[in-house]
């Protein structure tokens, strides 16, 4: 008995040991890591000018489907803004050329793009507030800060893969439909959103629903992408969506930055597993 109770004491004291290099040493150097994955990540949404306090550079994405060649354009973004638009719709009712574009004065945010670049700061905010001088004393207190380094990272990736759902009057009552000169035709919605690493522009084309109209009406709920044949009310007219385009390129720098954010992720939970392994003496003294 007396040998068995030395083996496990001697076992404890491994395990107690190892775990002690953990927090001392492995903890900071993971933390290292995803600072310098997540800086990469940031660097990536800043995209600067040629000087260090010059404006953001443009670039340019040309629109693209890989079914009909009725929208064609190009998007320039500037950071988190569309700064110009210029689009070519040829309507299928009678091929008739529209084009439309972004006033010169008019700029317009994409919150996807703010929202998940304010989520990488917080989560390289909350990595730098436990820098090499910080010692860690239990496996708990590693494990809330990867929960939290781990919430910011998801939520900034559901923002770039998660658009939002919109009902189509929300859509027609958006400041993106003022964005534009000429004016929209009335018939006309336009919307544009994040999908993954994709830019997307969607056009919505529409007929007003004559008031003897025998169509039953039913107002469409949210979605990211509405079908032909959704009703809404605007204003005194009902209208259904007659043709939906929608166009989109991909941005390579978000592209970058999901690949980080799938990384890190991967990161923070073998952190969390390694801690884990010792949850049984998380207990005792701290070290």
Not at 27 to 42: C, F, G, N
Not at 87 to 103: E, I, Y
């Amino acid at each position: 008995m007396a040998t068995v109770m030395a083996a496990t004491t001697a076992e404890r004291a491994v395990l107690e040991e190892e775990f002690r290099w953990l927090l001392h040493d492995e903890v900071h150097a993971v933390l290292r890591q995803l600072q310098d994955i997540l800086k990469e990540a940031s660097l990536r949404f800043t995209l600067p000018g040629s000087g260090t306090e010059g404006p953001t550079k443009q670039e340019n994405f040309i629109l693209g489907s890989c079914g009909t060649d009725q929208v064609k354009g190009v998007l320039t973004l500037q950071g988190d803004a569309l700064s110009q638009a210029d689009v070519n719709l040829k309507t299928p009712r009678n091929n008739q050329l529209l084009h439309f574009a972004f006033r010169e004065d008019k700029q317009w945010k994409l919150q996807q793009i703010q929202d998940a670049r304010n989520h990488v700061s917080q989560a390289i905010y909350l990595l730098t507030n436990r820098d090499e001088s910080y010692q860690f004393r239990t496996g708990a207190e590693v494990l809330k800060l990867m929960d939290a380094v781990m919430l910011q990272l998801t939520r900034a990736r559901n923002r770039l893969t998660t658009p939002a759902t919109l009902t189509l009057p929300e859509i027609a009552a958006s400041g993106l439909t003022r964005m534009f000169a000429p004016a929209l035709p009335s018939d006309l919605l336009v919307n544009v959103y994040i999908n993954l690493n994709k830019l997307c522009l969607t056009v919505y084309q529409l007929h007003a629903l004559q008031p003897n109209s025998s169509k039953n009406f039913r107002p469409s709920g949210g979605a990211v992408l509405h079908s032909p044949g959704a009703m809404f009310e605007w204003g005194t007219q009902r209208l259904e969506v007659s043709h939906v385009h929608k166009v989109e390129c991909v941005i390579p720098w978000l592209n970058d930055a999901l690949v980080f954010f799938t990384v890190s992720l991967q990161l923070c939970q073998q952190l969390k597993d390694k801690i884990s392994v010792f949850s049984s003496y998380w207990s005792y003294r701290p070290f």
